[in-house]
């Protein structure tokens, strides 16, 4: 069992940068992929990036390339999301999520993710 814990999230301006990170514990960091969400409300939740267990691949939706950032300390057991040029549709609660069953994501739907963390609200105004 794989405990995963947002945080890092807040209020920021349009065009704002954030980072966020997500504490494991409970399984072997080093050996699964891991996986940033997030909802919007009154949306369903959608994939934003992954990574490996190596952190040597990485996987983003289409429309955040270049924008966001996915990575992480294997010797932190820390993941993190870098968000650079923040927008007010960027609103949402982020959520961490791991797959313990394999080194690489298996896909981008979330029901392929296992763990998840509580989530936390990044909230950007125009």
């Known amino acids: 069992q794989v405990q995963l814990v947002e945080s890092g999230g807040g209020l920021v301006q349009a065009g704002d940068s954030l980072r966020l990170s997500c504490a494991a514990s409970g399984h072997t960091f080093s050996t699964y992929a891991l996986g940033w969400f997030r909802q919007a409300p009154g949306k369903e939740r959608s994939f934003v990036a992954a990574?490996?267990?190596?952190?040597?691949?990485?996987y983003y939706a289409d429309s955040l390339k270049g924008r966001f950032s996915i990575s992480r300390d294997n010797a932190k057991n820390t993941l993190y999301l870098q968000m650079n040029s923040l927008k007010p549709e960027d609103t949402a609660v982020y959520y961490c999520?791991?797959?313990?069953?394999?080194?690489?994501?298996?896909?981008?739907?979330?029901?392929?993710?296992?763990?998840w963390g509580r989530g936390t609200q990044v909230t950007v105004s125009s």
């Open positions: 990574i490996t267990y190596s952190g040597n691949s990485t």
């Open positions: 999520a791991a797959d313990p069953f394999s080194p690489r994501p298996r896909s981008t739907l979330p029901s392929d993710f296992v763990s």
